[in-house]
């Protein structure tokens, strides 16, 4: 008899489910999908991550943290951002999937986490603010707004990869032309 591992049993379930939000979205997924793929109980996911709506709020609560550590705001260089930025989503896409669906889920209505995901906001705000303050970045822009247009232009690409293709071109070097244009704009948002 093999013994039980809660925690391989809770990361198998925990990326079964970042798998089977980002293709369906919270109202789409479904939990007997999440435990075929985890291999898993499911009684157990309710044990462990709480309802559909708690697994999914800490899905893409954990994935946030993890880009917040892989892909710090650096307001001394924001091209340089920008760039793994936009690296990063090529790699993760589901993040943003994640994101595109609890929009639809939710709209402008407050989310089970909001005060969390203020704060981790408010630390990328906070970190333009000091850029500003130091004077490497203008001060043109409220830096929440310039926040959000810097993840806006880093991100839209992913989100809708079809209006990508179809406007900017599916070959290489359209890619890397758009890549260039992503971050002269965000250059050029923050330029003194």
Excluded: C
């Excluded at 709020?57 to 936009?86: F, T």
């Excluded at 990508?164 to 992503?182: C, H, N, P, Q, T």
């Amino acid at each position: 008899m093999t013994a039980r591992d809660p925690e391989a049993t809770k990361t198998r379930i925990f990326e079964a489910a970042v798998t089977e939000f980002a293709r369906y979205g919270i109202a789409g997924a479904r939990i007997d999908r999440i435990a075929a793929q985890a291999k898993a109980n499911k009684q157990l996911i309710y044990a462990y991550f709480g309802n559909k709506a708690q697994l999914f709020s800490q899905v893409l609560s954990r994935r946030m943290v993890d880009l917040a550590a892989s892909v710090p705001v650096d307001p001394d260089d924001i091209e340089g951002y920008v760039d793994r930025l936009l690296d990063y989503h090529a790699a993760h896409p589901e993040l943003l999937r994640l994101l595109f669906w609890e929009g639809i889920e939710y709209g402008a209505a407050e989310l089970p986490d909001e005060a969390e995901r203020q704060a981790h906001y408010g630390r990328k705000v906070a970190a333009i603010e000091d850029g500003q303050h130091r004077g490497v970045i203008s001060d043109a822009i409220p830096a929440q707004d310039l926040m959000f247009l810097l993840v806006a232009l880093a991100d839209w690409a992913v989100v809708v990869p079809q209006i990508k293709r179809i406007m900017v071109g599916a070959e290489d070097r359209a890619e890397e032309r758009l890549r260039a244009s992503i971050k002269e704009a965000a250059r050029r948002l923050v330029a003194k």
